[in-house]
């Protein structure tokens, strides 16, 4: 079993930045692919961003490309999203995720294990 917790959001105003991390306990993270999603108000939880086990390659929604940086630090057990340049539309709950059956994957489903989100504002 992975348990994974993430960092307290916030609110931050638009153009502002915000760093969420994403802490494992009960196993080590190296052998895990993991991903950032995120629910807004009234849709579905979606894909942000992935990161392979090694920290070798990465993939963003397009939304969030070229604003938002995943990184692990495998040494630590954790995983970071870097947000810059926010806009009221990143405004959702967050959600770091794990999976080791996939060598990478955006997809939801294949994701086996979750923390408990963190909300992020953003205000005009």
């Known amino acids: 079993q992975v348990q994974l917790v993430e960092s307290a959001g916030g609110l931050v105003q638009a153009g502002g930045s915000l760093r969420l991390s994403c802490a494992a306990s009960?196993?080590?993270?190296?052998?895990?692919?993991m991903g950032w999603f995120r629910r807004a108000p009234g849709k579905e939880r979606e894909f942000v961003a992935v990161?392979?086990?090694?920290?070798?390659?990465?993939y963003y929604a397009g939304s969030v490309k070229g604003r938002f940086t995943i990184s692990r630090d495998n040494a630590k057990n954790t995983v970071y999203l870097q947000m810059n340049s926010l806009k009221p539309e990143d405004t959702a709950v967050y959600y770091c995720?794990?999976?080791?059956?996939?060598?990478?994957?955006?997809?939801?489903?294949?994701?086996?294990?979750w923390g408990q989100g963190t909300q992020v504002t953003v205000s005009s």
């Open positions: 995720a794990a999976q080791n059956r996939v060598r990478f994957t955006t997809i939801r489903a294949d994701y086996d294990y």
């Open positions: 009960g196993r080590t993270l190296s052998s895990y692919s």
């Open positions: 990161i392979n086990s090694i920290g070798s390659n990465t």
